[in-house]
Nanobody
């Protein structure tokens, strides 16, 4: 599975950005997809996740009510709509796909990351 993020950039606090993650390869084996972020000097953290059917969605408490994760299987694309951005949202955002090949050990794949910078 290959993942490619886009949509990052510089935005003022209170603004919005929409990230996209295009995925390819063994897409039918994807079990869960998610957005993670890593700020300088901090550990990578889960922002939001969505399962293959789209019925199970989870958000980090810090982004609930502001971010929306979605997935368009027809376009092989996952999105993260980010509204009311705060300076503390500044980080590199990564797309992740958890792939189950039916061999008993799912594999995580990662994109290269896209920088989101929120200025005051």
């Amino acid at each position: 599975v290959q993942l490619a993020e886009s949509g990052g950039g510089l935005v003022q606090a209170g603004g919005s950005l929409k990230l996209s993650c295009v995925y390819s390869g063994s897409t039918r084996s994807i079990h869960v997809m998610g957005w993670y972020r890593q700020a300088p000097g901090k550990q990578r953290e889960l922002v939001a996740s969505i399962n293959s059917g789209g019925a199970n969605i989870n958000y980090a408490d810090s982004v609930k009510g502001r971010f929306t994760i979605s997935r368009d299987s027809a376009k092989n694309t996952m999105y993260l709509q980010m509204n009311s951005l705060k300076r503390e949202d500044t980080a590199v955002y990564y797309c992740m796909a958890n792939v189950d090949y039916g061999l008993g050990l799912p594999v995580d794949y990662w994109g290269q990351g896209t920088q989101v910078t929120v200025s005051s």
